[in-house]
C-alpha cells in the first residue's frame, strides 16, 4: 500500500509524488506553486513552495511544466 504524501493541501500517493518529481513538473494549487523534491536522508517525498501566486479553483490543482506555468503566468519565471 502506497503511503499519503501531502503538499500543501494536496493529497497525493508516493508513486504519484515520484512521477511528478521524475518528470520535474510542479503542482499549481489556488495560492501557490509547488515543486516536489525527495529527501533522501528520510526517503521521502515533500512540497517546496516556489511561487506565490496560483490559477486553480479553490480545492483543484493542476500538475504542469515549466514551459505551461510561463505562459500561463506571462512571463518568465521558471526556467525551461
Same mark, same amino acid.
Given at each position: 500500500?502506497?503511503? &499519503?504524501? %501531502?503538499? /500543501?493541501?494536496?493529497? !497525493? #500517493? @508516493?508513486?504519484?509524488? *515520484? @512521477?511528478?518529481? @521524475?518528470? /520535474? %513538473?510542479? &503542482? !499549481?494549487?489556488?495560492?501557490?506553486?509547488?515543486?516536489?523534491?525527495?529527501?533522501?536522508?528520510?526517503?521521502? #517525498?515533500? /512540497?517546496?513552495?516556489?511561487?506565490?501566486? /496560483?490559477?486553480? *479553483? *479553490?480545492? *483543484?490543482?493542476? &500538475?504542469?511544466?515549466?514551459?505551461? !506555468?510561463?505562459? !500561463? #503566468?506571462?512571463?518568465?519565471? #521558471?526556467? @525551461?
Amino acid at each position: 500500500m502506497d503511503n &499519503i504524501v %501531502k503538499i /500543501g493541501r494536496v493529497e !497525493l #500517493f @508516493e508513486h504519484e509524488a *515520484r @512521477e511528478i518529481y @521524475e518528470a /520535474g %513538473k510542479y &503542482i !499549481l494549487t489556488y495560492s501557490k506553486v509547488y515543486a516536489v523534491d525527495y529527501s533522501a536522508a528520510q526517503k521521502r #517525498f515533500y /512540497g517546496r513552495g516556489v511561487i506565490n501566486q /496560483g490559477g486553480a *479553483r *479553490r480545492g *483543484r490543482y493542476h &500538475i504542469m511544466t515549466a514551459k505551461e !506555468l510561463n505562459h !500561463l #503566468f506571462g512571463h518568465m519565471i #521558471f526556467n @525551461e
